[in-house]
C-alpha cells in the first residue's frame, strides 16, 4: 500500500508540473498569452519566479512524502521507528530560511511590479478613454473634437436610445461631440488613461494580453493607465459576477498604429 | 462545574434522546449528518454545473421538473447555473467545511478528549444545533422561491445582491434568505464557539494541562477563538445586508445607480464596505475549516505511524499563529477591489508571512512520517492524502498572494484550484481520516476497510484530475463563474472542462461507495472495541460508544503526554493518557 | 340533479359555444386614416454598434441597424407610433391569436407589439446566442427571463393596460416595446407615417397617438357609418 502511495504520488507531481514544460495542445494554449503591455513583462517575471520557487518546493515536499511513504511500507514487525535527523529543529529551520527567503525577494520584487503600475501616474499626454460597465456590456467614451467629456447625468441613461452613458447633449455642449463605441479602439505604445466606473453593480476589467485586472465599482472613479505594445485584437471581459449575463459581458479592444487610429478617430468624429 | 453542568440523568424518551437532545456526543452526530446531507447536496449541484460547463447546451434530463423557469427543456439557463453555483458553495463552507470537522468532530470529542462528562453549556450547545439547521433549511427554502434561487455567489458582493429584484433574476426572495441563513448561522457558531472555549479551558479533568491535550483539541479551541470574532463581524454585516434589501438602507448601496434604465432610490452607500466585512469573517473562515482538519489529521497520523509528531509544540504554535494572522490578511481578496493600492502591499505581506507557519506544520508532517512503520487503514491513507493536498492547495497561495500576479490569476480557475483543494479537498480529506477513525467509537462498528481504501484512491487520484487542470486553465486566463466559455479565447478551453467535468462525476460516484460502507458499517459492521486503533488519548479509554456521561461515573485521571507511541508500555508498544506508569524518553 | 334534466342544459350550452364560435360579420363601420408626423429636428437615428456580439455584428455588417426611438420617413412622419381607441369605445372582440415577438441579430422584432389585455403572445430567440428578455412594468407583474439558444419559446400574457418597455440586458442596444390594450381598435404606423383604423360603429371617440420619445396625443373623432374620417398627429420634435 505504502508503494502504491509513493507512485501515484510521484506519477501525480511528474504528470502535474509536465503540464509546465508542455502546454501547446494544438489549438488549445494551457498558458498565459502573449504580453502585449508595457508592464507585463514585470508581471510576467515575477510570476515565473514564483512558478520556479514554489514549483521547486512543490515537487520537493510531494516527492520526499511519497519517498518516506514507499519506504515505510515494507518494514519488518516490531520496527523501532526512527526520528528524523535532528528533529522538528531541521524542519523549523529550513522552512523559514526557505520560505522566508523566498517571500521576502517575492515581495520586494512583486512590490515594485505593483508600485510601477499602481502607485504612478498618467503622463500629460495619455489618451484619455471614459470607460462605462453596466449589465451586461462595456461601453467606451472618447472626448472628441473638442477634447472635453461630457458630464454624466445617470438619471438620462436611455440605453434604447443608445445613450448609455447619461449624457445631455440639449444642454450640456461638451457631450455632443463625445464619442461612444462598444470596441475600444487604442493607439500602440501610446499610454492610455482609463477611467473606470459602473452605472449599477461591480464588475471588472480584464483584459489577459495586458495583464490587467481592475473592479469597477458603482459610486468610484478608478483610474488606470497602460501603454499596448502590440497591435492585434483581444478582448476584455468581466470577471466580477455581475448577473445572468455575466458569461457574456465583454467587448473587444483594438489596438492599432497610431496612423490606423488618427484615421478611426476621424471617421468617429465625422459620424458625430 | 463540571457536576453542575450535568445534574440532569440521562434522558428515557426517544426525543429528548435523540432529537433535543443535550448529549453532546448526539448534538455532534446532528451536527455531521446535516453536514452529509449538505454535502451529497452541493456535490450534486457541482455535478450538475460541470455538466454544464463542458456541455453548455446540454439537456439534463429531469432538470426542469427541478426549476421549470431555471432550466426550460432541461437546459440550464445562466442564471439557475450561478444560483446552483452559489447554493454550493453557501451550503459546502459554512454547513459542511464549518459543521463537521469543527462543530460535528469538536462536539463529539473535545470534551471527550479533556475527561468533561458534557460541554459546559450543555442546554445552548442543543440550541446552537438546531439554530444551525433553521440557518439550513431557510437556505434550502431559497431554492424553492419565487423568482428563483440567490446568485450573487457564496461572496454575496454588494451592490448585485443588496438592491433587490430589479438586478436581475435571482436577487428577489431568495437573495434575502440567504441573507438571514447565514445571519441564523452566525448565531449558532458565537454560541457554539463560546461553549467550545468554556469546555476547554474549564471542564479538563485532573492532570488535563493543556500541555497535555491532544492536536484536536488545540486546533478546536484556537478555531473557537477565531469563530468568535469572525462570526460576530459576518452576523451584523448580513443583518446590514439584509436591512439594505428589505427595509431601504443604503450600507452598501451608492447613490446615482441606475439598473435597467431605473435610477435606484438608495444614497452614499459602499459596496467596499461589505467586501471588508465579509472578508475580515471571510479569510479567518478558511482557518475555522482548515485548522480542525489539521487538528484531526495531526491526531490520528500518530496511532499509525506508531511515533509521535516532530514538535508538537511546534505544531501548536503553528496552529495559533496561523490563527492570529488570519486577522491580518483579508485584503489579499480585494487586490483588485479598488481599494487603496498601497494597502495591497500591506496586506501581501502577512498573508506570504502565514505560509511560514503553514510549510512548518507540513515539513513536520513529513519530516514525522520518515521513519515510521506505517499501519495502512483508510484512516492514515486519507491523513497522508491530506498532506499532499494540503501541500498543493498551500502552494498556489505563494502566486495568490502577491498583487502583481493577483492581478492577472485573480477571479481565474487557478483560484478555483487554490481554495478548493487548500480548503474543500483538504478538509474533506480529514473528514473522512475522521470518520474512518472515529466511526468505531462513535456507532461502535468498524468500517469496511476495502470499501474504504477504494474510495480512497479513486477520490485521491479523483481530486487531482480535478483541480489539477484548473491551476493551468487559471494560467490561460479561464474567468471563475462564468456559465459558459463563449469568449473567443475561452472557446478552445473547452476540451479541458469536459476533462475536468468527466473526473468530477467519476470521483462523485465514488462517494456513494463511502456513503454505503457508512450507512452497512453502522448496521453490518463487525463490532468495535474500546480501542481498536490501540490509541492514546481519552476517548479511547471508554467504551465505543461512550455511554451517556462519557465515562461511566468515573473521573479519568491524566498521567501522559498525548501521543507515547512506540514506547514499551503495558498495553503494548503505547502509552495510554490514563495510564499512571511511569514513561522512559524515547 | 338526474341525466335528464342534465341532456337540454348540455345541448343549450353546446349551441350556444358553437354559435360564439361562428364570426359576426363586422358592421358597415366607419374608418380613420392617417399619418403621425412631427415638426422640428428629429435626433438622428444613430446606427448601432453591435461589435460586442460578433454574431450579430455580422449579420449587419453591410447596413448597420439604427436606433429605433424614433424612426423617421420621408415628409416628417414617423414610423412605430401607436394610434387607438383611448375612449369611446363601443365593443372590442377580445384577442385570442397568439402573436410572436422574435430576436433575431440582437433586434426586436416587431420593434413595437402591440397586444389585447390576456392576449397570449411568444417569445422566440432566433439567435444562436442567449438573450435575456426584461420586460419593465410598473403595473403588471415584472419578470425577467433568458432564453438560451434552442429553448423553447416563451408564452407570457399580461392582464392590466400598459405601455411596457422591454430590454435584453445582455445586449443593451435591444429595445422594445410591449403595448397592452383593452381595446382591439389600434394600428401601428407603417414606415411612411401612416396607419388604419376599421371597423369602428358608428359615434364619438377618442383616439390617442403613442410614440416612445414623444409621448402622447389625443384627438377627438365622430364618425357616422361607414365613414372615412383622415386625421394627422403631429408631435414636436427636438434635436437630442
Redesign the interface.
Known amino acids: 500500500m505504502g508503494k502504491a502511495f509513493g507512485a501515484v504520488l510521484i506519477i501525480i507531481t511528474v504528470v502535474s508540473t509536465a503540464v509546465f514544460f508542455f502546454h501547446d495542445f494544438g489549438g488549445m494554449s494551457l498558458w498565459l498569452p502573449v504580453d502585449a503591455s508595457e508592464h507585463g513583462h514585470g508581471v510576467d517575471h515575477q510570476l515565473m519566479e514564483t512558478m520556479y520557487g514554489s514549483g521547486f518546493l512543490f515537487v520537493l515536499s510531494q516527492i520526499l512524502l511519497g519517498l518516506f511513504v514507499w519506504q515505510a511500507s515494507d518494514r519488518p514487525q516490531g520496527w523501532k521507528y526512527r526520528i528524523f535527523p535532528g528533529g522538528a529543529k531541521p524542519m523549523v529551520i529550513s522552512a523559514i530560511l526557505l520560505v522566508g527567503i523566498e517571500i521576502l525577494t517575492l515581495s520586494f520584487v512583486g512590490s515594485k511590479v505593483w508600485a510601477g503600475i499602481y502607485f504612478t501616474s498618467a503622463k500629460p499626454g495619455a489618451l484619455p478613454i471614459d470607460v462605462q460597465a453596466g449589465q451586461f456590456a462595456f461601453y467606451f467614451r472618447y472626448a472628441g473634437v473638442d477634447g472635453k467629456f461630457g458630464a454624466l447625468h445617470p438619471d438620462k441613461i436611455d440605453e434604447g436610445s443608445g445613450n448609455f452613458f447619461g449624457l445631455d447633449p440639449r444642454n450640456d455642449e461638451a457631450a455632443r461631440d463625445d464619442i461612444v463605441v462598444a470596441t475600444m479602439v487604442i493607439p500602440v505604445n501610446r499610454e492610455i488613461l482609463l477611467t473606470l466606473h459602473s452605472k449599477d453593480v461591480i464588475h471588472s476589467f480584464y483584459v489577459r494580453e495586458l495583464r490587467l485586472q481592475q473592479d469597477i465599482v458603482p459610486g468610484l472613479m478608478i483610474p488606470l493607465h497602460f501603454t499596448a505594445t502590440k497591435t492585434g485584437r483581444y478582448e476584455i471581459v468581466c470577471t466580477q459576477l455581475c448577473g445572468l449575463g455575466h458569461y457574456q459581458m465583454k467587448a473587444y479592444l483594438e489596438v492599432k498604429t497610431q496612423e490606423e487610429f488618427d484615421k478611426w478617430l476621424k471617421d468617429q468624429e465625422a459620424a458625430q | 462545574m463540571s457536576e453542575a453542568a450535568h445534574q440532569h440523568g440521562e434522558p428515557t424518551g426517544f426525543i429528548r434522546k435523540y432529537i433535543f437532545s443535550v448529549d453532546h456526543k448526539v448534538i455532534g452526530l446532528q451536527y455531521i449528518g446535516l453536514g452529509i446531507v449538505a454535502v451529497v447536496i452541493g456535490m450534486i449541484l457541482s455535478w450538475l454545473m460541470r455538466l454544464h460547463l463542458g456541455w453548455?447546451?446540454l439537456a439534463i434530463p429531469g432538470l426542469e421538473k427541478l426549476s421549470p423557469?431555471g432550466a426550460?427543456?432541461n437546459?440550464?439557463?445562466?442564471?439557475y447555473y450561478?444560483s446552483l453555483m452559489t447554493m454550493h458553495g453557501t451550503l459546502m463552507v459554512f454547513f459542511v467545511l464549518t459543521n463537521v470537522p469543527f462543530a460535528g468532530f469538536g462536539n463529539y470529542f473535545l470534551p471527550i478528549q479533556v475527561g468533561a462528562p458534557d460541554m459546559a453549556f450543555p442546554r445552548m450547545n442543543m440550541m446552537s444545533f438546531w439554530v444551525t439547521f433553521t440557518a439550513f433549511l431557510v437556505l434550502i427554502a431559497a431554492f424553492f422561491v419565487p423568482g428563483g434561487p440567490p446568485?450573487?455567489?457564496w461572496t454575496a458582493?454588494a451592490?448585485?445582491s443588496a438592491?433587490g429584484?430589479s438586478?436581475?433574476?435571482?436577487?428577489g426572495l431568495g437573495q434575502t434568505l440567504w441573507g438571514l441563513s447565514i445571519a441564523i448561522f452566525c448565531v449558532a457558531q458565537l454560541l457554539g464557539a463560546l461553549n467550545f472555549i468554556a469546555t476547554t479551558l474549564d471542564l479538563r479533568t485532573k492532570g488535563m494541562s493543556l500541555a497535555r491535550m491532544p492536536f484536536s483539541t488545540w486546533a478546536w479551541f484556537i478555531t473557537s477563538v477565531i469563530g468568535l470574532l469572525a462570526f460576530a463581524v459576518l452576523l451584523p454585516a448580513c443583518i446590514l445586508l439584509v436591512l439594505d434589501r428589505v427595509a431601504g438602507t443604503s450600507f452598501f448601496v451608492?447613490?446615482?445607480?441606475?439598473?435597467?434604465?431605473?435610477?435606484q432610490p438608495h444614497t452614499g452607500?459602499?459596496?467596499?464596505l461589505w467586501q471588508h466585512l465579509f472578508w475580515f469573517f471571510g479569510h479567518p473562515e478558511v482557518y475555522i475549516a482548515i485548522l480542525p482538519a489539521i487538528g484531526i489529521v495531526s491526531h490520528i497520523l500518530p496511532a499509525f505511524?506508531?511515533?509521535p509528531l516532530?514538535?508538537p509544540r511546534?505544531l501548536i504554535g503553528c496552529l495559533a499563529a496561523i490563527g492570529f494572522l488570519s486577522y491580518m490578511v483579508w485584503g489579499h481578496h480585494m487586490f483588485?477591489?479598488?481599494m487603496n493600492?498601497?494597502s495591497?502591499?500591506l496586506f501581501?505581506?502577512p498573508t506570504?508571512?502565514i505560509?511560514?507557519p503553514a510549510?512548518?506544520a507540513?515539513?513536520?508532517w513529513?519530516?514525522?512520517?520518515?521513519?515510521?512503520?506505517?499501519r495502512?487503514s483508510c484512516a492514515s491513507?486519507f491523513c497522508?492524502g491530506f498532506?499532499?493536498v494540503f501541500?498543493?492547495g498551500g502552494?498556489?497561495g505563494?502566486?495568490l498572494a502577491?498583487?502583481?500576479?493577483d492581478?492577472?490569476l485573480?477571479?481565474?480557475y487557478f483560484v478555483v484550484a487554490h481554495f478548493h483543494f487548500v480548503m474543500g479537498v483538504a478538509a474533506i480529506f480529514a473528514m473522512f481520516a475522521g470518520i474512518y477513525f472515529w466511526l468505531p467509537k462513535m456507532v461502535g462498528r468498524m468500517m469496511n476497510e476495502t470499501l474504504g481504501?477504494i474510495h480512497f484512491?479513486l477520490t485521491?487520484?479523483g481530486v487531482?484530475c480535478i483541480f489539477?487542470?484548473m491551476h493551468?486553465?487559471g494560467?490561460?486566463?479561464n474567468?471563475?463563474?462564468?456559465?459558459?466559455?463563449?469568449?473567443?479565447?475561452l472557446a478552445?478551453?473547452v476540451?479541458?472542462h469536459q476533462f475536468i467535468t468527466i473526473a468530477a462525476l467519476i470521483t462523485g460516484a465514488a462517494q456513494f461507495i463511502f456513503l454505503y460502507n457508512l450507512v452497512w458499517s453502522r448496521f453490518r459492521g463487525p463490532k468495535a472495541t474500546e480501542n481498536p486503533w490501540q490509541a492514546t488519548s481519552l476517548e479511547w479509554s471508554t467504551t465505543s460508544p461512550p455511554p451517556f456521561d462519557n465515562f461511566g461515573g468515573r473521573q479519568l485521571v491524566v498521567h501522559q503526554e498525548p501521543y507515547l507511541y512506540?514506547v514499551e508500555g503495558s498495553a503494548g508498544d503505547y502509552v495510554m493518557q490514563t495510564s499512571p506508569e511511569t514513561v522512559e524518553a524515547? | 340533479m338526474k341525466i335528464r334534466h342534465l341532456c337540454p342544459l348540455l345541448l343549450v350550452l353546446l349551441v350556444s359555444s358553437g354559435l360564439a364560435s361562428v364570426p359576426v360579420p363586422p358592421p358597415a363601420g366607419g374608418t380613420v386614416t392617417g399619418k403621425i408626423t412631427y415638426t422640428g429636428t428629429p435626433p438622428k437615428m444613430k446606427p448601432i454598434d453591435m461589435s460586442k456580439e460578433p454574431n450579430c455584428a455580422k449579420e449587419h455588417a453591410a447596413s448597420p441597424v439604427l436606433t429605433e426611438n424614433v424612426v423617421s420617413g420621408p415628409g416628417n412622419t414617423l414610423e412605430w407610433a401607436v394610434v387607438y381607441v383611448s375612449a369611446g369605445d363601443q365593443g372590442s372582440t377580445p384577442g385570442t391569436q397568439t402573436l410572436k415577438f422574435d430576436q433575431k441579430g440582437c433586434q426586436y422584432i416587431p420593434h413595437v407589439l402591440v397586444m389585447q389585455v390576456d392576449q397570449p403572445f411568444q417569445i422566440v430567440n432566433s439567435d444562436p446566442h442567449l438573450h435575456n428578455i426584461h420586460p419593465l412594468p410598473k403595473i403588471n407583474p415584472e419578470w425577467n427571463k433568458s432564453q438560451p439558444p434552442g429553448t423553447p419559446p416563451l408564452t407570457e400574457k399580461y392582464d392590466k393596460p400598459e405601455f411596457i418597455s422591454v430590454k435584453c440586458n445582455v445586449h443593451p442596444w435591444m429595445h422594445g416595446w410591449f403595448i397592452v390594450l383593452n381595446t382591439s381598435h389600434y394600428a401601428v404606423s407603417g414606415s411612411d407615417g401612416s396607419f388604419t383604423l376599421k371597423g369602428l360603429a358608428p359615434g364619438k371617440y377618442t383616439l390617442t397617438a403613442w410614440q416612445e420619445q414623444f409621448g402622447t396625443q389625443a384627438q377627438d373623432v365622430t364618425l357616422a357609418s361607414g365613414e372615412t374620417k383622415n386625421i394627422t398627429f403631429t408631435f414636436k420634435a427636438l434635436p437630442y
Open positions: 453548455s447546451t423557469t426550460p427543456a437546459v440550464m439557463t445562466p442564471e450561478l446568485l450573487s455567489g458582493y451592490p448585485l438592491v429584484e438586478s436581475g433574476p435571482g436577487e451608492p447613490g446615482g445607480l441606475v439598473i435597467n434604465d431605473r435610477m452607500g459602499s459596496p467596499l505511524l506508531r511515533k516532530l514538535g511546534v483588485v477591489s479598488g493600492p498601497f495591497a502591499i501581501s505581506v506570504l508571512v505560509t511560514i510549510t512548518i507540513t515539513l513536520l513529513i519530516g514525522s512520517v520518515y521513519g515510521a512503520r506505517i495502512f491513507l497522508l498532506i499532499s501541500i498543493s502552494i498556489s505563494f502566486f502577491q498583487p502583481s500576479i492581478t492577472y485573480h477571479a481565474t481504501k484512491w485521491f487520484v487531482y489539477m487542470p493551468y486553465l494560467l490561460a486566463g474567468v471563475r463563474r462564468y456559465a459558459a466559455f463563449t469568449d473567443d479565447f478552445p478551453l476540451p479541458v512506540g524515547h
